[in-house]
């Protein structure tokens, strides 16, 4: 609760700094206070409690995937004072909209009550509408402010029916009641249909096919650090939630709730890789790359009681990969019309050091071994394998395969192709945060216990 308190203080800090003209001061100030948040939230780990009658509940998962949040907050911030320094005037807003976005992930996944759920996903749905549609003169950057509130609306109305179902068949909105109530028998039909609902708008919000539709749009049309905000921190936040939602209301997905997730774990991946491998914009690329890494999460599911660990460590390495590879993408694409692979020809001769960390990157995310990417892989196959669930297994190694097909791709493009564009100066923030993800992807990999013994 404290760590949500100083979130939404620190916001609000941000949007009084342009009234004092601290414009200078505001990115390394929000820095600070980030850091400082993170270390307030750690020292939460240890200290279980509730407030506001079981409202906000603070255990090590939200304590370990709130530290994850702000970690790549952190980051986003970092980059977001060169992304955003031809609008100097908007600056504090865009600071403020992300650490506001923050504060609806950790509610997202601290609460206790069904009304919390609901109003931080809408804090985080709504400040990614503005992110989208923030190049107000750019049709493409409009479209996917439409695109995606439209979409994103119609799946809050979902989740906010079955929550309307769950409490008329439970008389209840807090997790704990209602699981109670959900082990026993007895309970109305509209029960089951209420997760259902709910299953499908949180489907929506990780862009799981078939329900993936928008995120190509979204993501090519949206500026490029709105998109890495979606590809990364979005994605992860609505993982979690969704893996809350379902253990904190049923002690056990019934056989018919894991067949379909077995189904749309296989749909997302395979539809991902397959659309992905068509692609020449990377934003789009990695837009049907999400669709599929959406796939590989949702295995963690079928083992629902022993998921939280494994989900943990998948999520931190899809991320951490994400925001590496999203910061060069930036600075490579930055002053460019468009965000085509023929903008990374060359990429190996001109900036060694920035092709080198969007290959580790790549390869993470297509799991190859050393990086944390491949082990996160591994781990969840078997897993899920000791579930019972070996064709899901055999589909993610088929498609862990495809996927090397389109990483590749921009591989060859930054090494074995002439540069068409001229060589220009990296803001050292470009370096540090491309460096630092890629790195702590690494350690990761290096010593994944660390981050799969946190919450066992």
């Not at 509610?107 to 190049?135: D, H, K, P, T």
């Not at 489907?203 to 990364?232: C, N, Q, R």
């Not at 890789?273 to 949702?298: E, P, T």
Request: glycine share 8%.
């Amino acid at each position: 609760m404290n760590t949500l308190i100083a979130i939404s203080g620190l916001g609000v800090f941000c949007l009084i700094a342009e009234i004092f003209n601290l414009r200078k001061l505001l990115v390394p100030f929000a820095l600070l206070g980030l850091f400082v948040i993170l270390g307030l939230n750690i020292s939460e780990f240890n200290a279980p409690s509730a407030y506001y009658n079981n409202m906000v509940v603070v255990d090590k998962f939200s304590v370990a995937f709130s530290s994850l949040f702000i970690i790549l907050t952190i980051f986003l911030v970092a980059l977001s004072g060169d992304f955003y320094k031809d609008h100097p005037t908007k600056l504090s807003d865009f600071i403020a909209i992300k650490i506001f976005l923050l504060a609806g992930s950790v509610a997202m996944v601290s609460f206790g009550n069904l009304s919390m759920f609901f109003l931080g996903i809408e804090v985080l749905s709504i400040s990614l509408y503005i992110l989208a549609a923030s190049r107000r003169l750019d049709v493409k950057s409009n479209e996917a402010g439409m695109k995606y509130f439209l979409l994103g609306s119609f799946a809050s109305g979902i989740i906010l029916f079955g929550i309307c179902l769950i409490y008329g068949a439970t008389g209840y909105f807090d997790l704990a009641e209602i699981k109670d109530l959900s082990s026993g028998a007895g309970l109305p039909v509209w029960f089951p249909i209420g997760i259902t609902l709910m299953l499908i708008g949180m489907l929506f919000k990780i862009a799981a096919a078939p329900f993936h539709f928008w995120a190509p749009d979204v993501y090519e049309g949206s500026p490029s650090m709105t998109t890495a905000t979606m590809s990364t921190l979005a994605k992860v936040v609505a993982m979690a939630t969704l893996y809350k939602l379902l253990i904190g209301m049923t002690s056990s997905l019934s056989p018919t709730f894991e067949m379909v997730i077995v189904v749309i774990s296989i749909l997302s991946m395979t539809v991902g890789n397959i659309m992905a491998l068509r692609q020449k914009n990377v934003k789009r690329m990695l837009a049907f790359s999400g669709v599929s890494h959406a796939g590989f999460m949702l295995m963690a599911l079928l083992s629902l009681s022993t998921a939280a660990s494994m989900l943990l460590y998948y999520t931190a390495a899809y991320a951490l990969s994400g925001i590496a590879s999203f910061a060069v993408i930036i600075y490579v694409t930055k002053d460019k019309n468009n965000e085509d692979i023929d903008n990374f020809n060359g990429l190996g001769k001109s900036n060694p050091l920035m092709a080198a960390i969007l290959t580790a990157s790549l390869l993470s995310m297509a799991g190859i071994p050393v990086f944390a990417g491949f082990f996160a892989k591994f781990m969840l196959f078997s897993q899920t394998i000791k579930a019972g669930f070996l064709v899901v297994v055999i589909a993610g190694v088929i498609n862990s395969i495809i996927s090397v097909g389109y990483y590749f791709k921009l591989i060859i493009a930054m090494y074995t192709k002439e540069a068409t564009n001229e060589k220009t100066t990296v803001p050292l923030v470009y370096y540090a945060v491309a460096f630092l993800a890629i790195l702590l992807n690494i350690l990761m990999g290096v010593y994944p216990s660390f981050v799969i013994n946190l919450l066992n």
